[in-house]
């Protein structure tokens, strides 16, 4: 499925990652660009599967123990198996879900897949918190006076300016109620050997698939004024962990963490 906006010779976060995760929705350049990286890190394959595992975990959490019944997913990418809705829905079939992305790809796989009453599409970019918040297909599905978990898994590092991406994150958290939760996984160096992490950011292309890995600290900062869930900020892998033949934290390099309003 494409779209007329659909660039094919430009490398997508969301179709890389989808190439990452075994699916189908990619063209060479994505490719190309998730060997090159596979091939100075092998271990990119178990992140991706771990950020999915993680992803349900958290929304298995959410929907069940914390009771949320809406969920806004920022940069949810191309749909796999165990979406947002799905997996929230599966729990609480009255569950509403929001999706948010800026891919063509995406978009079109949306209007097609995940168009109903409890589930919609908003077409914006995670730089413009305000537009998500203002959007049409939002205020429809979402009641932002109740509690709403916003899933920001995977796509912080993709916003490269440290201060811009710590205000989309209080914009988005001071547009939601009391009870609201973050949920948020990012890329890291804090794991790698410094000779692993500069050829990987050698590997990087520029534009939208360029990626910023950020310390603990820094990614600690973005639940800054929110109560930590347990177990607070880890290792993807080892929130909530449902096995015991755990990735070490290098096979992922990702931080994880949700925290309550």
């Known amino acids: 499925m494409t779209s007329d906006r659909v660039d094919q010779h430009t490398v997508s976060p969301a179709r890389r990652w989808n190439y990452w995760l075994g699916g189908k929705d990619h063209f060479q350049v994505d490719r190309d660009s998730g060997d090159q990286i596979a091939e100075v890190y092998p271990a990119v394959w178990t992140a991706a599967r771990e950020g999915r595992a993680f992803h349900n975990r958290a929304i298995r959490h959410l929907a069940g123990e914390a009771g949320i019944r809406q969920f806004v997913d920022i940069g949810t990418g191309l749909p796999a198996p165990d979406n947002t809705h799905e997996v929230a829905q599966a729990i609480a079939p009255e569950t509403k879900v929001v999706y948010v992305d800026n891919d063509p790809m995406v978009l079109a796989h949306a209007r097609a897949l995940m168009v109903g009453g409890s589930t919609t599409y908003v077409d914006a970019d995670l730089r413009e918190p305000e537009k998500i918040l203002r959007a049409g297909e939002l205020a429809a599905t979402i009641d932002l006076s109740r509690p709403v978990a916003?899933?920001?898994?995977?796509?912080?590092?993709?916003?490269?300016?440290?201060?811009?991406?710590?205000?989309?994150?209080?914009?988005?958290?001071?547009?939601?109620?009391?009870?609201?939760?973050?949920?948020?996984?990012?890329?890291?160096?804090?794991f790698v050997p410094p000779e692993i992490s500069a050829r990987l950011q050698a590997t990087q292309p520029s534009g939208p698939a360029a990626i910023r890995p950020r310390d603990r600290a820094r990614f600690s900062a973005f639940f800054d004024g929110l109560e930590l869930v347990e177990p607070g900020v880890v290792p993807v892998s080892e929130w909530r962990p449902e096995r015991d033949d755990l990735p070490a934290p290098i096979e992922t390099s990702t931080w994880a963490a949700a925290g309550k309003k």
């Open 150 to 190: 916003i899933l920001l898994i995977n796509v912080l590092h993709f916003v490269l300016d440290d201060e811009q991406a710590a205000g989309v994150v209080r914009t988005l958290m001071a547009g939601v109620a009391p009870g609201s939760f973050l949920v948020a996984t990012h890329g890291t160096a804090d």
